[in-house]
């Protein structure tokens, strides 16, 4: 719960100038690996979506349509980026944490008036965070260009009659929604990360091994994703959405 309090004190610490600065470091690099993952994702779901079941439901394609696209925004989607924001965040944050401590970084970091939560903690959670929301809704957007292209080049029915089916079938909120889970499932997974690699508290085996830190790491995260959605999805429900 320490760690926690820590965390939680310094939830503000982007303001200042060396968190900001990381901050933007770590969105960028976040940005930079997440960015073709999802296209690919959103493009070959498109294609699934929008042609190949064509094809093979030919009428009932619509129908099959609106419950799929209600599927990616809100659940497909939102998971499909977590997964590969935490697959590189998890162990990224608990192996700089490490070698910060190893290599004494954190003492000259409390100098200048820094802790761990400050730096590196929480820039690189928000970091990874916002890449999440920002990767949710580019996922979205991506499929329905690449339908508009799949469907232009097959010469399949008309886009515009699609576009409104997929748009309609669900309340403009849910869009918002979707980059919304992407990020709670992006925080819910790094904090027990910071938490499995804050300094002092790694076992042995695993500040001698990169390959155990990165395994904890991640099954932490994983963990702690699959514990944030099902709060989420729980207080959705209460709340009747």
């Not at 064509?54 to 419950?67: F, I, Y």
């Not at 080049?153 to 980059?179: E, H, I, K, R």
Request: glycine residues 8%.
């Amino acid at each position: 719960m320490g760690t926690l309090k820590l965390l939680w004190h310094a939830r503000a610490a982007c303001r200042l100038p060396l968190p900001r600065a990381y901050f933007w470091q770590v969105y960028a690099q976040a940005h930079r690996h997440a960015l073709p993952y999802v296209l690919l994702g959103a493009a070959i779901f498109a294609v699934v979506l929008f042609h190949s079941l064509a094809s093979v439901l030919g009428s009932a394609h619509l129908t099959a349509l609106t419950t799929l696209w209600q599927s990616w925004v809100l659940h497909i989607a939102p998971l499909m980026v977590a997964l590969v924001v935490l697959l590189h965040a998890a162990p990224l944050l608990a192996s700089d944490l490490h070698q910060r401590q190893r290599d004494g970084g954190f003492e000259g970091l409390r100098l200048a008036g820094y802790g761990p939560a400050a730096f590196p903690a929480i820039p690189s959670l928000y970091a990874h965070a916002a890449v999440a929301f920002a990767m949710a809704a580019l996922g979205s957007v991506t499929v329905l260009l690449t339908a508009m292209l799949v469907t232009t080049l097959q010469d399949q029915t008309a886009y515009s009659g699609l576009l409104g089916a997929v748009l309609l079938a669900l309340n403009p909120w849910a869009y918002l929604l979707c980059s919304i889970k992407a990020w709670v499932l992006v925080m819910g997974g790094m904090l027990p990360v910071c938490l499995y690699a804050w300094p002092g508290r790694l076992r042995h085996s695993e500040r001698e091994s990169v390959q155990y830190l990165a395994t904890g790491a991640i099954r932490w995260a994983m963990l702690g994703s699959v514990l944030a959605w099902a709060g989420l999805a729980f207080l959705l429900y209460a709340i009747g959405i």
